[in-house]
């Protein structure tokens, strides 16, 4: 069993802006705190996930991207709104078709 971050280590860490790595099993225990808002297939990287997060004191959910690094693992990356979020989900698209074209 992994013994990764508590929800409230997790939130302090994101609003602090830190991407925090997180084992899949430690993710599995923590993401019904996140509202999933987009499932993305890279097709080459596994899925994105756009997801509110929660911010400390109860303020308004923030964003972020859950990334699949390497299988069983999770890296999560706060940013500071959707259309941030998107236009690194673009990047990452663009550069997951260059890799596919060779």
Do not use: C, H, N
């Given at each position: ?10 939130v ?89 074209d060779g």
């Open positions: 069993m992994s013994r990764g971050p508590t929800l409230a280590d997790l302090a860490a994101l609003d602090a802006g830190r991407i925090v790595p997180l084992a899949d099993e430690d993710w599995r225990d923590l993401r019904a705190s996140f509202t999933l808002v987009d499932d993305i297939d890279t097709g080459l990287g596994g899925r994105i996930l756009l997801v509110r997060r929660p911010l400390p004191q109860g303020r308004r959910k923030g964003w972020a991207l859950v990334e699949e690094p390497r299988p069983g693992e999770k890296v999560i990356r706060p940013l500071a709104d959707e259309a941030g979020a998107r236009a690194l989900i673009a990047d990452r698209l663009a550069a997951y078709e260059r890799m596919w």
